[in-house]
């Protein structure tokens, strides 16, 4: 009855497991890698660096010629100095038009062409077009880039909360099966050492004597 029990259960989560997946969304990072010149402050530099951008590819929004992705963050790694950007940012792209913007730096390149913001693409050269500012806690950072590539890695998907939901049921399905009690058989089995052994054979044997 425990094997049954315990097959049940397995059963019941392989089921599970083949139910169509809940759509899920992923984390995207954006990533603008570039020999930057600007300003963080009132101090002037020239340094290799990148712009990297994370967002979420559920929240995509489209309108017409380009597509959004919110940032859920946005820094800058200039050097031996990285910067948190300050402030609500998005990543756009331009399909048509070979221009992606991450956090208002815009950048362009023909490998561009038709990207949609949210599959992923191998660097790609590219040129920046605009002069973006931030706010940063060590102050204002102002940004160019000249020739650098741009690249989008996508990380797996994320479940949704009904896709957890399904995974806990079967998990629990199992566990249940195989804490759930049964008839257990009690067995005594008196194990006699050697010395009860010869003592036992000796009556035994008088009472054969006693017959004959």
Do not use: C
Request: glycine residues 12%; proline residues 5%.
């Amino acid at each position: 009855m425990r094997i049954k029990r315990v097959l049940a259960s397995l059963v019941a989560a392989a089921a599970l497991s083949l139910m169509p997946p809940a759509a899920g969304a992923a984390t995207i990072v954006y990533k603008v890698s570039a020999l930057f010149e600007g300003l963080i402050g009132t101090t002037y530099f020239v340094k290799n660096g990148t712009l990297t951008g994370i967002g979420d590819t559920g929240a995509l929004s489209a309108g017409t010629g380009f597509s959004r992705v919110g940032l859920t963050s946005l820094q800058a790694v200039l050097g031996d100095r990285i910067y948190d950007l300050q402030g609500s940012f998005f990543a756009e792209a331009f399909p048509t038009a070979n221009v992606f913007v991450l956090g208002n730096l815009a950048v362009t390149g023909s490998g561009l062409s038709g990207y949609d913001a949210v599959a992923p693409l191998a660097p790609t050269s590219i040129s920046a077009i605009s002069r973006p500012t931030y706010s940063t806690s060590a102050g204002t950072l102002s940004l160019a880039g000249y020739s650098g590539t741009f690249e989008a890695n996508v990380d797996g998907a994320v479940p949704e909360p009904a896709t957890w939901a399904m995974m806990l049921t079967g998990f629990a399905a199992v566990g249940l099966g195989l804490r759930a009690p049964g008839k257990r058989r009690l067995r005594v089995r008196i194990a006699h050492g050697p010395a009860k052994r010869s003592a036992i054979g000796m009556q035994a044997n008088r009472t054969a004597s006693r017959g004959a």
